[in-house]
């Protein structure tokens, strides 16, 4: 604790600090999200710590070989297990660097921009570990004791990440303004990316949220309602590391060992309806990816119908069984 409280000071003192406020606040003005400003702080907060304990005071001392040699420092690094940063968590720290110079040169604090030909390490798609089969999720399902409203309101969380595929964040961040059971929608307020989007339940998905809220949810509220749909037995809005313990501890019950939580409901959601014959643009439209080949990376996981489709069209089977005729 003693050591952030000086890290804190030194970023404080240091010639950075008021870019650092006015980049953050030209941010705020431009409508980025709350997640992405804080990414961007702490990834620049990082540089500046970095900075300092090599004598860089101040943005106009920042040169390209600098850059390069801090994008090395992170390649070297070694977390406290001894693992090193994924080349994702390495953009995530490098990119914000490549827009805080582009403002500072665009602003006119600086001369030129030392980050414009700074490369950024290749991010690589990663496959999902595990895709969870339908039995399985039932399995999960069934640990939540539907007996207690704690009970009653896990499933019911459990049902939507699953009926959905909407992100941990997203979830947390519902209101009970957002359900239409009616149309059977559900809208995500600033998802990903600063995004809006409506997306379908399920019908089962809605029959424990309606049972939830009508028979949890209101002796969960402690004070003044704001609206959050899921609250804690505090009644407060669920933290996201507390709403992933929870579930992970719900697919340990199950006796399923793998990495993950509440994202592997969106795997699942994504890789069961591909292998049910769901065009992947409609998947693109509930995950909420901008991008198609990010969509994509589930065609490549179904591969359930691809050995289906192997085991029936391959000549080397037609083959053996005309083998066993003879």
């Known amino acids: ?27 705020n003005v431009k409508g980025l999200s709350q997640d992405t400003q804080r990414r961007r ?3 620049l907060r990082r540089f500046i710590h ?23 420092h992170l390649y070297y690094y070694r ?11 390495q953009c995530g720290m490098l990119t914000p660097l490549k827009a805080f110079f582009k403002w500072l040169t665009r602003e006119n604090h600086i001369l030129y921009n030392p980050a414009s030909e700074l490369e950024l390490p290749r991010k690589l ?3 999902p570990k595990t895709i969870l089969s339908v039995d399985e999720l039932e399995t999960i399902f069934n640990q939540a004791d539907i007996k207690t409203e704690e009970g009653i309101r896990d499933r019911a969380i459990m049902e939507l990440f699953y009926s959905t595929g909407m992100r941990r964040m997203e979830l947390v961040k519902l209101t009970i303004y957002d ?10 307020r600033e998802g990903k990316y600063g995004n809006d989007r409506f997306i379908p339940v399920g019908e089962r998905a809605l029959r424990w949220l309606e049972q939830y809220q009508n028979d949890v949810r209101p002796a969960l509220v402690i004070g003044q309602d ?28 199950a006796g399923i060992e793998v990495q993950g939580s509440c994202h592997l409901f969106r795997h699942a959601m ?24 990010t969509t994509q990376l589930y065609t490549r996981v179904s591969i359930k119908k691809l050995a289906q489709i192997h085991k029936a069209t391959h000549p080397a089977r037609l083959a053996r069984e005309d083998d066993e005729v003879i």
């Not at 009616?182 to 809208?187: A, E, F, I």
């Not at 804690?232 to 992970?248: I, N, P, S």
């Not at 994504?270 to 080949?293: C, F, K, P, S, W």
Request: net charge positive.
């Open 79 to 89: 977390k406290a297990n001894g693992q090193p940063l994924t080349h994702g968590s």
């Open 179 to 188: 359900l239409d059971p009616r149309r059977r929608l559900v809208m995500i």
């Open 270 to 293: 994504a890789t069961h309806m591909l292998e049910n014959g769901a065009d992947v643009r409609y998947i693109q439209a509930m995950l909420g990816h901008e991008n198609l080949n």
């Open 226 to 253: 704001d609206g959050t749909l899921f609250l804690t037995d505090k009644g407060e809005a669920f933290r996201r590391g507390a709403l992933a313990g929870r579930v992970k501890r719900y697919i340990k019950q």
């Open 1 to 27: 604790m003693v050591q952030h409280y000086e890290h804190q000071a030194i970023i404080e003192a240091s010639g950075f600090c008021p870019y650092l406020r006015a980049f953050l606040e030209w941010g």
């Open 41 to 43: 702080q702490a990834a």
């Open 125 to 127: 798609r990663r496959l």
């Open 50 to 72: 970095w900075c300092d304990e090599r004598d860089v005071k101040s943005p106009t001392d920042v040169t390209k070989p600098i850059l390069e040699r801090y994008q090395r």
